[in-house]
């Protein structure tokens, strides 16, 4: 059974920083590509970051230069470092994983920024 655990997820101040956290079992999880997407309250589900099994990288345009994908492989990891966090990146935080048809998802942590 696969499963994506979500962790790192708080109340933070804006221009603090967070790392999330996404842990994979059940799956040969170097052969995926994973993903940090986000739904902020009232909206659609956004792609945030993206890490393919060759470990390139992509980032939606709101997020470039503040958020940093990587994984490891070893631990079956996937993290998303956020710094210089904004109100507007308050939302709830999920993790994906995918290869060919196969596609997986976490439950999701919540990320508040705010004073």
């Known amino acids: 059974q696969v499963q994506l655990v979500e962790s790192g997820g708080g109340l933070v101040q804006p221009g603090g920083s967070l790392r999330l956290s996404c842990a994979a079992s059940?799956?040969?999880?170097?052969?995926?590509?994973t993903a940090w997407h986000r739904q902020a309250p009232g909206k659609q589900r956004e792609l945030v970051a993206v890490?393919?099994?060759?470990?390139?990288?992509n980032y939606a345009d709101s997020v470039k230069g503040r958020f940093s994908i990587s994984r490891d492989n070893v631990k079956n990891t996937v993290y998303l470092q956020m710094n210089s966090l904004k109100p507007e990146d308050t939302g709830i935080y999920y993790c994906r994983a995918q290869w060919f048809v196969d596609n997986y998802w976490g439950q999701g942590t919540q990320v508040t920024v705010s004073s």
């Open positions: 890490i393919t099994s060759g470990s390139l990288t």
């Open positions: 059940g799956l040969i999880f170097s052969s995926y590509t």
